[in-house]
């Protein structure tokens, strides 16, 4: 719950808007910067950050600046109130006068980890998926957007299996996400399958990565996001309800006309909005490996690409990620090449 000075205590973590009035890089062991900032009630407190949140001592603060801070703690002394930044903070840049800036999140799928070839019969080439998922993760930091999501297919779950080299290639990567504080959420593809939702599955335990499901993920109290896995027979879903009045998002990894040219695609996008129990702004699909947009109604329906060449022929589909915007209760998407 969003708060003001008012409502801290010396108990459990706050989200609150503040503006920097004063910013001084700290002397004093372990600390990185000492602020005065004020709440958006004009009262003003201090504010320290510690060295051992990764974000909070390399951010660039401005004074005069409005951010949203989360996971932060207080110190509830005589003299007033303290807060504290320490690994569990994380930063949203707010507008002028603490109004929401927007909400970003990288959508990214089809990664297809571990797979050297791609192509139908004679018609093959080499690929290096490697690359271009390394690429969207280091856009993904360098933007310092709100959260990851990929689309299913993380890995290409061949007959050989996962390498190790795979592995530890997609667990570098997440982590750098992790240090910076941007969460990951991912769905399940057709070709996780056994080994690629083993290892899935332990960046889970390690706290890494987030499974989406058909219970809401709220994105900095301003947009909800769903996912349903690949279903080899599709049978369709019903979501719980967001707990407020925001934005909805939804991701999936099917054959969904008119984004697929296969005759019998598992279902249709008109048809996902007439079933769906709740209001989908916006819904993105995986697995066909094209890049289509379409609209019924109020609701956007999109299919994400690939983040490698993974099209239809060599040298059709071009590395991508989607840049989910939101702000004011309005989502817009942007393709980016990688």
């Keep these: ?61 401005k004074e005069g600046c409005w951010y949203r801070l989360s996971g932060i703690s207080a ?119 056994e080994a690629g939702r083993r290892e899935m599955e332990e960046l889970v335990e390690d706290g890494i990565a987030t499974h989406l499901s058909s219970r809401p993920e709220i994105i900095s109290d301003t947009v909800s996001i769903y ?17 407020s009045a925001v934005p909805t998002v939804l991701f999936i990894h099917q054959s969904v006309s008119p984004f697929t040219a296969k005759k019998n695609p598992d279902c249709s996008f008109r048809d996902l909005m007439n079933t769906s129990n709740v209001p989908i702004d916006l819904t993105i699909t995986g697995h066909v490996h094209t890049r289509k947009e379409t609209t019924v109604g109020r609701h956007r329906g999109l299919s994400g690409g690939s983040t490698g060449a993974l099209g239809d022929t060599k040298g059709g589909l071009q590395p991508s990620v989607e840049m989910i915007s939101v702000k004011g209760g309005d989502v817009t998407v942007q393709q980016h090449h990688l």
């Excluded at 004063?22 to 009262?43: F, L, P, Q």
């Excluded at 049978?235 to 719980?240: A, R, S």
Aim: net charge negative; charged share 25%; with cysteine.
């Design 227 to 243: 996912g349903v896995d690949h279903q080899y027979e599709w049978t369709g879903f019903e979501l719980e309800r967001p707990p």
């Design 1 to 61: 719950m969003t708060a003001t000075y008012e409502d801290l205590g010396n108990e459990g973590t706050y989200e609150l808007p503040v503006q920097v009035v004063k910013c001084r890089k700290s002397h004093i062991k372990n600390r990185a910067y000492e602020m005065t900032v004020s709440d958006v009630n004009g009262t003003e407190f201090e504010f320290i950050v510690w060295e051992k949140s990764t974000l909070g001592s390399s951010y660039e603060w």
């Design 75 to 193: 110190n509830v002394w005589p003299a007033g109130t303290l807060i504290h930044g320490t690994s569990r903070l994380k930063i949203n840049r707010l507008e002028r006068g603490g109004e929401e800036n927007r909400v970003e999140i990288l959508y990214m799928t089809d990664s297809h980890l571990g797979k050297t070839t791609h192509g139908y019969g004679r018609n093959t080439w080499s690929v290096s998926p490697e690359a271009g998922f390394s690429d969207a993760i280091d856009y993904a930091v360098n933007r310092n957007v709100n959260a990851v999501v990929h689309g299913g297919d993380l890995y290409h779950n061949s007959k050989t299996g996962i390498t190790d080299e795979d592995v530890t290639l997609c667990r570098e990567k997440l982590s750098d996400l992790f240090v910076h504080n941007i969460p990951f959420y991912y769905i399940y593809g057709n070709h996780e399958r």
